[in-house]
T-cell receptor
């Protein structure tokens, strides 16, 4: 199993630019989660999907952030326009089923906004 | 919503000693408690989890205990090794949902 695949691994861009992060969940998993990790705020859940439908987006910081899941094998997290305070590591995770199943994390995208 | 507190924030032990990390949660409806290990620059990896119908679970040198009445759970690592050095996160999930709330992490350092 290839695990959760995220791209890019690193992104450096200037303030005001659009940033798109990508995620491919583990095949067969029906839940997909986007997290942000910073020293100050720790590991925060931004949004999660079930069967490609957004279930809880209460963690999305503001309207500059949006997430989509057009099919079962692909999701994007977009920031437009980006700001320096968006600099963080963004993780995607996936899991299977509605019971108490573990979430499996991707390797993350380290985002730096200059 | 759920609130998870984790202590200590840093822990230094000698190789071969035991390490204990403690977490408390606020939502009595939480019923799933995973622990993740994150090495520097790497992704969080699940190392053990426990469900609310179990009081203790063990996997080789790692064990987790759960006290539902007191709403706390702990990670125990015995015979620590240098490769155990990492940040450990506890988490809690409310029954009926899939949202994990994470603790703030414990930086464990195992010294030779």
């Amino acid at each position: 199993d290839a695990g959760v695949i995220q791209s890019p691994r690193h992104e450096v861009t200037e303030m005001g630019q659009e940033v798109t992060l990508r995620c491919k969940p583990i095949s067969g998993h029906d839940y997909l989660f986007w997290y942000r990790q910073t020293m100050m705020r720790g590991l925060e859940l931004l949004i999660y999907f079930n069967n490609n439908v957004p279930i809880d987006d209460s963690g999305m910081p503001e309207d500059r952030f949006s997430a989509k899941m057009p099919n079962a094998s692909f999701s994007t997290l977009k920031i437009q326009p980006s700001e320096p305070r968006d600099s963080a590591v963004y993780f995607c995770a996936s899991s299977y089923g509605s019971g108490n199943q573990p979430q499996h994390f991707g390797d993350g995208t380290r985002l730096s906004i200059l | 919503g759920e609130n998870v507190e984790q202590h200590p924030s840093t822990l230094s032990v000698q190789e071969g000693d035991s390490a204990v990390i403690k977490c408390t949660y606020s939502d009595s409806a939480s019923n799933y408690f995973p622990w993740y290990k994150q090495e520097l620059g790497k992704r969080p990896q699940l190392i053990i989890d426990i469900r609310s119908n179990v009081g203790e679970k063990k996997d080789q040198r790692i064990a987790v205990t759960l006290n539902k009445t007191a709403k706390h759970f702990s990670l125990h690592i015995t015979e620590t090794q240098p490769e155990d050095s990492a940040v450990y996160f506890c988490a809690a999930k409310r029954g009926g949902g899939n949202k994990l709330t994470f603790g703030t992490g414990t930086q464990l350092k195992v010294e030779l």
